[in-house]
């Protein structure tokens, strides 16, 4: 199970392995991943610069999406929150889908996005409410590029910096901005290599630990270079069944301020985590 492959060393187990959970019971099976489309030149330049705009930019507001299907069932975690690119540190509230039987269990999840850490609040799993969980991401055999239900806006950027066979698709809108569509697919592990010094360690990890270190990708650029949506295609194994994990983020409002505080020592819980 992915509750087995992505938690933290010590029990920590992983929002997504909640929702695999979900999916488990349906009793479903078999998924798959999106080829990319050929070779598209000097595009590849400005998508693998995606990160280094944003940093410029300094924060933005930021939803996520990240939609797990096997066989015929799909659920969809959402977030909503902020980004500051400048500090490296996000704010996110995390919605889990509701139940099979269609009871919504789950209290929305706080998370604190920082280099090399995941902090979550209302985690459930025997956590108690007032306590903070915290993920070394590093440890994580994805790199919590899916593990937190949401990844890491900066994460996303610099996994871009892997980026080959980029096709230009064409000019569109998102949030009523007007820009360029990408196409391609990335390499975790040259991602890695490529990343600045706070991406590197979960980057690589991820590359170790995903079967298929390709990602398909469909980015969006405004006129400035700013990465306004992307949606990477990661493919997995659970249970020997393949599992297909679309991860959409859409960043808007730049330069909005976003405070992120992290939890004191004494607020963050090192108990045993229910699985």
């Known amino acids: 199970m992915v509750a087995q492959q992505h938690r933290r060393r010590g029990g920590t187990m992983a929002v997504a392995a909640t929702v695999m959970g979900v999916m488990a019971a349906t009793g479903c099976s078999g998924g798959g991943a999106v080829a990319d489309e050929g070779d598209g030149g000097g595009t ?3 998508v693998v610069r995606a990160a280094d705009a944003l940093e410029r930019a300094r924060s933005s507001r930021a939803r996520t999406a ?3 299907a096997t066989g015929g069932t799909r659920v969809t975690i959402r977030g909503d929150g902020g980004y500051d690119f400048a500090r490296r540190t996000g704010r996110l509230t995390v919605v889990l889908p509701p139940d099979p039987a269609g009871a919504d269990e789950h209290e929305p999840i706080t998370e604190l996005l920082t280099p090399g850490a995941l ?9 108690p ?11 994580l055999d994805d790199g919590n590029l899916v593990t937190g239900g949401a990844t890491d806006p900066l994460a996303a950027a610099e996994l871009l910096r892997g980026a080959e066979q980029v096709t230009f698709v064409g000019e569109t809108e998102v949030e009523g901005e007007r820009v360029r569509h990408f196409r391609g697919t990335t390499d975790i592990g040259r991602a890695a290599r490529a990343a600045r010094p706070h991406a590197r360690a979960a980057l690589a990890a991820a590359a170790k630990g995903f079967a298929d270190r390709a990602v398909p990708f469909d980015v969006y650029l405004d006129d400035a270079g700013l990465l306004r949506k992307v949606r990477h295609r990661f493919t997995f194994a659970n249970e020997g069944r393949a599992v297909a994990v679309t991860s959409t ?3 808007f409002d730049f330069g909005e301020p976003v405070e992120v505080r992290l939890p004191a020592r004494e607020d963050i819980y090192t108990g045993k985590v229910e699985v």
Request: overall charge negative.
């Open 249 to 251: 983020t859409v960043l």
């Open 66 to 68: 990240m939609e797990m």
């Open 119 to 127: 902090y979550m609040k209302n985690r459930g799993a025997g956590v």
């Open 44 to 46: 590849v330049d400005e």
């Open 129 to 139: 409410a007032d306590k903070w969980v915290r993920v070394d991401t590093a440890a």
